[in-house]
């Protein structure tokens, strides 16, 4: 089975802040990779797959990038509305595994 | 607009068997280019995909829970389901039903989610 990182597992920044996200797989999955973002209470929402594509409706701020086994999220301006749990997951095969996920919140 | 809505008791006792209902509205789970998935999220922790499906009864299921699950397809009611068996507190969740797109693999539309509680 493959195995899903992530780093940092947490993170404080400020609002309009640009930051990253790292996620690695144990095995070369191409950019069958995507990410979600997840809010308390509320189910994941898509919002990058196939590694760099944008999910309709989702703002241009975030961006997805790597191939192989390293791929990255960006937030270019960090808004209120992100501060929220961010998921990558690999569709490669089967079983598609999470990562353990990132927590963002506000410093 | 698709919309998947989960349901099914919140409630399981030790040892028996959950069993959850995704129903479908919006769009047909016959539909050539998707698959139907559960996932599940322990209280206070991450995301683990339970398994998949295809409108044609073909199933992919997490090798860690294969031998306690079965997922199903009514597409007369536009609904499927899952089953767990032999259930214990490790199986307390919240239960996910989610729509993925079949080239990409990626979830794209998600139920809201139901909580399933295994307690005596």
């Known amino acids: 089975d493959i195995q899903m990182t992530q780093s940092p597992s947490s993170l404080s920044a400020p609002v309009g802040d640009r930051i990253t996200i790292t996620c690695r797989a144990s095995q070369n999955i191409g950019t069958y990779l995507n990410w979600y973002q997840q809010k308390p209470g509320k189910a994941p929402k898509l919002l990058i797959y196939a590694a760099s594509s944008l999910q309709s409706g989702v703002p241009s701020r975030f961006s997805g990038s790597g191939s192989g086994t390293d791929f990255t999220l960006t937030i270019s301006s960090l808004q209120p509305d992100d501060f929220a749990t961010y998921y990558c997951q690999q569709s490669f095969n089967h079983p598609f595994a999470f990562g353990p996920g990132t927590t963002v919140d506000f410093k | 607009q698709l919309q998947l809505q989960e349901s099914g008791p919140g409630l399981v006792k030790p040892s028996e068997t959950l069993s959850l209902t995704c129903t479908v509205s919006?769009?047909?789970?016959?539909?050539?280019?998707?698959?139907w998935d559960w996932i599940r999220q322990p209280p206070g922790k991450g995301l683990e995909w339970i398994g998949s499906m295809y409108y044609s009864g073909t199933t992919y299921y997490n090798p860690s829970l294969t031998s306690r699950v079965t997922m199903s397809v009514d597409t007369s009611k536009n609904q499927f389901s899952l089953k767990l068996s032999s259930v214990t507190a490790a199986d307390t969740a919240v239960y996910y039903c989610?729509?993925?797109?079949?080239?990409?693999?990626?979830?794209?539309?998600w139920g809201q989610g139901t909580l399933v509680t295994v307690s005596s």
């Open positions: 919006g769009g047909s789970i016959s539909s050539s280019d998707h698959y």
């Open positions: 989610a729509r993925t797109y079949g080239s990409g693999s990626y979830l794209d539309s």
